[in-house]
């Protein structure tokens, strides 16, 4: 992805079962340049399949359309049947914005979309939430009310006139709904029961809208109304969270099946929770969930955190074992394997080639160091040296929040760790950074320089690229430089039987500010701004002074507690 505007859409097509179908909606969605397919997921019982792709806001509106185009005609809703409410072959197909790009702008685009599907398809488009300029038809589920069966009555009513296309549901592929929304996370609760009564209650336990309030608070009571005559609910226990409850007979348990509409204000392990705590009350079991589609990598970085603190443990670990504790703590693994490169959105967007280093395993990495290609070279090296020693006091810090006999102080040494974790990711990703840095170099030498013009752009990006190859390595002289405060008081702090470790750390550190350090002169000695290079060998100068007189400092306390 180049563009710096950036959209996800998450169309919904009716169709689960005949995997051919899908396979030639979605191949649709390739062929256009531009975007990247991140995810297909088929539901059987639901008959139902939820596509997510990103890009640039033109290639994803052509996309989209060219998706509805192609469900429009294999997908015949006269014969369809699923467990999911629905009102066509492309049932709903939200823009969302992900990166350069403001709902104001992406709702512009959904716009665009529902305008050239009514008028070149030829079928009844309804616009939605941010798109939907009329308040009183901007809900999915009220536009959606009487689904695909009730909307050939619906529509000729003046007040659903559609907003594109003509004021006929189509027997064929009905009515869609297209619009903008925030990210939305799908998330599906897994319950041991079959009755979708018990799992509707647990639903509007905790669902925002809660449940319509009836005299006695039974099932069959009379509804009780306001002065106005309107009914009066009961909210949930969890906000931004539509949920209903239903039966899957592909794996012959009941679901809550949650839209989470804002992940700050309710994140997927609070749902979860929530769902479980309210499940046992009524007796019943949660044993598991599903997550629908794709999610934001911070979601389950949240989910495992909170599920160690709960344990009274270290949170300052890896993010593959925040991950696999999320999994493990919401069951998402319980219906079907869950695969994080699949999953997970900012890993579907990773370009592994800018991160090509720290794949290697270390015997790779040291042959492709070996080699003659000129990079990785010293600055890499430093920033994988850097990333040792802080990984060595972040060891000693989860020692530490474990070590028997500490349990109160668990908390103080997880701080710590989280820190080092945040240190050590950095200096990973700079360890290719310093040779993409050098690479971009390269490239710029080899640029034409046939013209004087030719000759003012060649010049230009060399000294754009050397500028850019010499802040990387400063930046790792000040991530290594501000990771051994964490070194230095897992030395005075942490577990003494780990001391040494700390200290190794705290050398570490220091090779590598001043391994960086040779590479930002080096490559500002190349620069014709003059001033920054100044400026930024002086800042270099200075972090290798007080990174030394650091060092000093923490192997004196390493070796008054050898001794």
Not at 318 to 331: D, P
Not at 543 to 561: D, P, W, Y
Request: proline content about 4%; overall charge neutral; aromatic content about 6%.
């Amino acid at each position: 992805m180049t563009s710096n505007q950036l959209i996800e859409c998450v169309p919904n097509f009716s169709e689960g079962n005949d995997l051919n179908i899908i396979k030639q909606i979605t191949n649709e969605i390739e062929s256009v340049e531009g975007v990247k397919l991140l995810n297909v997921d088929p539901g059987k019982a639901t008959n139902r399949t939820v596509v997510t792709f990103v890009g640039n806001p033109e290639a994803v509106v052509n996309a989209a359309f060219l998706a509805i185009k192609k469900a429009s005609e294999l997908i015949d809703m006269s014969k369809h049947k699923g467990e999911h409410p629905r009102m066509g072959a492309t049932d709903v197909c939200p823009l969302i914005p992900i990166a350069g790009i403001t709902m104001e702008e992406t709702a512009e685009y959904a716009k665009k979309l529902g305008a050239r599907v009514g008028k070149e398809l030829n079928i009844a488009v309804y616009l939605y939430e941010a798109a939907q300029s009329n308040p009183e038809r901007n809900n999915l589920s009220v536009i959606r009310n009487g689904e695909y069966e009730g909307f050939f009555k619906k529509i000729k009513l003046p007040e659903w006139k559609p907003d594109f296309g003509p004021a006929e549901h189509s027997a064929k592929w009905g009515s869609t709904v297209i619009g903008a929304r925030d990210f939305l996370v799908a998330y599906n609760v897994n319950l041991n029961t079959t009755s979708t009564r018990r799992a509707n209650s647990i639903a509007f336990d905790v669902r925002e809208a809660g449940r319509v309030k009836r005299e006695g608070n039974t099932v069959t009571g009379k509804i009780v109304t306001d002065e106005k005559g309107n009914p009066v609910n009961i909210p949930g226990s969890l906000k931004s969270v539509k949920a209903i409850g239903w039966y899957i007979e592909e794996y012959g348990i009941a679901q809550i099946s949650m839209n989470l509409t804002n992940i700050n204000i309710t994140p997927v392990h609070i749902a979860f929770d929530e769902v479980c705590k309210r499940a046992s009350e009524r007796g019943i079991r949660v044993t598991g969930s599903e997550l629908v589609g794709v999610v934001p990598l911070k979601s389950l970085l949240d989910a495992g955190k909170y599920f160690l603190e709960k344990q009274n443990r270290s949170t300052g670990v890896s993010e593959k074992e925040l991950i696999k504790i999320a999994v493990k703590s919401l069951g998402l693994d319980e219906l079907a394997p869950f695969k994080p490169e699949e999953r997970i959105i900012e890993y579907l967007l990773k370009d592994d080639l800018k991160a090509r280093l720290i794949k290697m395993n270390l015997v790779e990495f040291a042959d492709e160091t070996a080699s003659e290609s000129p990079a990785p070279g010293g600055g890499s090296i430093s920033a994988y040296i850097g990333s040792l020693g802080i990984s060595l006091g972040t060891m000693v810090a989860n020692l530490s929040s474990h070590k028997p006999g500490w349990d109160d102080r668990w908390k103080e040494f997880s701080d710590w760790a989280e820190k080092g974790q945040y240190y050590k990711s950095e200096l990973l990703k700079l360890v290719d950074e310093d040779t993409n840095a050098f690479n971009k170099i390269m490239s710029a030498f080899g640029l034409p320089k046939s013209t004087d013009e030719e000759k003012k752009a060649r010049t230009a990006a060399i000294q754009e690229a050397t500028k850019y190859a010499t802040e990387v390595p400063f930046k790792v002289m000040q991530l290594c430089y501000d990771s051994m405060a964490v070194i230095k008081a897992m030395a005075e702090i942490g577990n003494p039987n780990s001391v040494t470790d700390a200290g190794v750390g705290a050398l570490c550190a220091r090779s590598a500010v001043m391994g960086a350090f040779l590479n930002v002169k080096i490559n500002a000695s190349g620069l014709t701004d003059k001033i920054f290079a100044a400026e930024i060998v002086a800042k270099g100068k200075q972090l290798e002074e007080k990174t030394i007189a650091l060092e000093t400092e923490i192997l004196k306390v390493v070796n008054s507690k050898i001794k």
